[in-house]
T-cell receptor
C-alpha cells in the first residue's frame, strides 16, 4: 500500500465546474501537508499548504482531517489553465522536509 | 535565473554506462533533495543533504546510485552501470533550512533514458 493514495483520474470537467480531489495518507506522524501542481513535462510547483483549520486561496480550498488521515482540494469555477496533475504531498516522519508524493490526479478542463 | 538549475536537461545512455546528473540549488539554501519520477507516477524521494552532509539516503534504490554535495552547494547524482529501469525524470529540490514546513523549490529535472 502506498503511503499517499490518490485517485489518478483523469477528471474531465467543463469550464466553470467545481471539482474535488481527495487523498489519504498512512503515516499518522506526518506533520506537514501540501498540494503541488505539475504541468505536463514540467517540475512540481507548490500550490498551497494544508492546515488543520482548512485554508483558502482564491478559488482553491484545502482541508485536512488528521483523525481520518484525509486531505482534500476543492477547485471552484474551473479555468482551462487549471488543467494539470495535482499531487497530494505529506512530509515523512523524520521532519527533515522529505516529501512523500501521491501518484497525482489529472484534471482536464474543457471549454 | 535564481531558481534550481539541473543539467543536462535530457540524457540518453546505453545500458551499463555510468551517468552523472548535476543540480545547482538556490543560493543560500541549506537543504537539497533528489527525487525520481517514473512515468505516470509521483516523485519518489531518493536522498537528502543538509549542507554537505548526506543525512538520509534511504530512498536510493541500489548501491549503483550515489550522491554527493562536497561543498554544500552543487550536488551530483551518479548512477553506475545503468539499467533500463533507471529511466525516469530525476528532480532536484532545495529549501531554505529543510524544516518540514519550508517550501521546496524544484528544478526542471533531468529526463534520463536508458537504451
Amino acid at each position: 500500500r502506498k503511503e499517499v493514495e490518490q485517485d489518478p483520474g483523469p477528471f474531465n470537467v467543463p469550464e466553470g465546474a467545481t471539482v474535488a480531489f481527495n487523498c489519504t495518507y498512512s503515516n499518522s506522524a506526518s506533520q506537514s501537508f501540501f498540494w503541488y501542481r505539475q504541468d505536463c513535462r514540467k517540475e512540481p510547483k507548490l500550490l498551497m499548504s494544508v492546515y488543520s483549520s482548512g485554508n483558502e486561496d482564491g478559488r482553491f480550498t484545502a482541508q485536512l482531517n488528521r483523525a481520518s488521515q484525509y486531505i482534500s482540494l476543492l477547485i471552484r469555477d474551473s479555468k482551462l489553465s487549471d488543467s494539470a496533475t495535482y499531487l497530494c504531498v505529506v512530509t515523512g516522519q523524520s521532519n527533515t522536509g522529505k516529501l512523500i508524493f501521491g501518484q497525482g490526479t489529472t484534471l482536464q478542463v474543457k471549454p | 535565473g535564481a531558481g534550481v538549475s539541473q543539467s543536462p536537461r535530457y540524457k540518453v545512455a546505453k545500458r551499463g554506462q555510468d551517468v552523472a546528473l548535476r543540480c545547482d540549488p538556490i543560493s543560500g539554501h541549506v537543504s537539497l533533495f533528489w527525487y525520481q519520477q517514473a512515468l505516470g507516477q509521483g516523485p519518489e524521494f531518493l536522498t537528502y543533504f543538509q549542507n554537505e552532509a548526506q543525512l538520509d539516503k534511504s530512498g536510493l534504490p541500489s548501491d549503483r546510485f550515489f550522491a554527493e554535495r562536497p561543498e554544500g552547494s552543487v550536488s551530483t547524482l551518479k548512477i553506475q552501470r545503468t539499467q533500463q529501469e533507471d529511466s525516469a525524470v530525476y528532480l532536484c529540490a532545495s529549501s531554505l533550512d529543510g524544516r518540514s514546513n519550508q517550501p521546496q523549490h524544484f528544478g526542471d529535472g533531468t529526463r534520463l533514458s536508458i537504451l
